[in-house]
């Protein structure tokens, strides 16, 4: 169990980097971060696929299915949201939503996997989702106020960028558990291999919608960006790969050795190393300490998680 919570962790660690991009980037679309990331990320396994190309020809043209959705929810769609809520909400906020996932996939799985993994005490579980509530309100509240008084973002793009999260947040429940699905399903794999398989699948995927953003751009008449790379394609592409080395290739491999270790309620909960490396690279890039409000929100959160790691699933009793 030790050598999986040091896999989550590592993985945490490298996720919170995808905040970054978007703060740094922000005369990007967040269409084409996410493009951009899973470009690189493509790029990057086709190498590594060849060499393990003996093992990724035993998966079945149902495993490359399999691959191919998680690639499309798991990887395009939730990026594209968490991009696009980071550019309208700032930092803070949306990481503070996506801090909810340990409990959110705690209580889908709990609800979904509890004949294979054992189920969770609800009254238990209680506590953390009150101070996990609590933390996001708090961090609201002082991201709002802060960001009228310096009259940077409306309050409808704020909401707006609040909504988008939400939806990032969906994605990246489904992610998870689907993932974890297949390799509990097969032990015996790779869970380097099944990596690098997303990120094969992935890259016809990205390229596909880097096409339809320019053709779009192109039939409004108006190219905003200067294709391919844009207004700084130094910081772009130098972003995009460590992004797509690290926090995608790398990033992935380390969640399934996590999820093939551990129970999928337990390894959920650990992705609140995402959230707390992700708060620290925000406001190390703003050059300041978090809000007394804020602060206060993040211990929330963290107690929250706390509380929730310390319940343990009760085994589902064997048939009689």
Partial sequence: MALGVLFALAAGLMWG?????PLLLHDYPAALLSVG?????????LP???IDWRRLRELTREDWLEAA???????????????AAIQRAGGPLPTMIIGTLPVVIAIVSNLRDWHRDGRLPWGRLAPSLLLIALGIALVNHSE?????????????????????????????????????????AHPGRSPRVWATAQGVTTLPLALTGLGMLLLWDMTAGDLRYDWPFGPTPERFLGLMLAIGLLA?????????E???????????????????????????????????????GIALLIAGVLW?????????????
Wanted: include cysteine; charge should be positive.
């Fill in 258 to 296: 996590a999820s093939q270790r551990l129970p999928t309620t337990l390894v959920g909960q650990l992705i609140v190393f995402e959230t707390l490396a992700a708060l620290a690279y925000a406001f190390v890039l703003r050059g300041q300490w978090p809000a007394l409000p804020t602060a206060a």
């Fill in 308 to 320: 929730a790691l310390r319940v343990r699933p009760l085994p589902h009793p064997a048939p009689a």
């Fill in 69 to 83: 959705k998680l690639a499309l929810v798991g990887n395009l769609l939730y990026y594209l949201l968490l991009a």
């Fill in 37 to 45: 990331r899973y470009i690189a990320f493509g790029l990057i396994a």
């Fill in 17 to 21: 980097l995808v905040f970054v991009a």
């Fill in 48 to 50: 590594l696929a060849f």
């Fill in 248 to 256: 995608s290739w790398l990033g992935t491999l380390c969640w399934n």
């Fill in 144 to 184: 709002l106020a802060q960001l009228r008084a310096a009259a940077e973002l409306e309050a409808a793009s704020y909401a707006l960028g609040a909504l988008l999260a939400v939806g990032a947040v969906i994605c990246w429940t489904w992610y998870p558990i689907r993932n974890a699905d297949w390799l509990r």
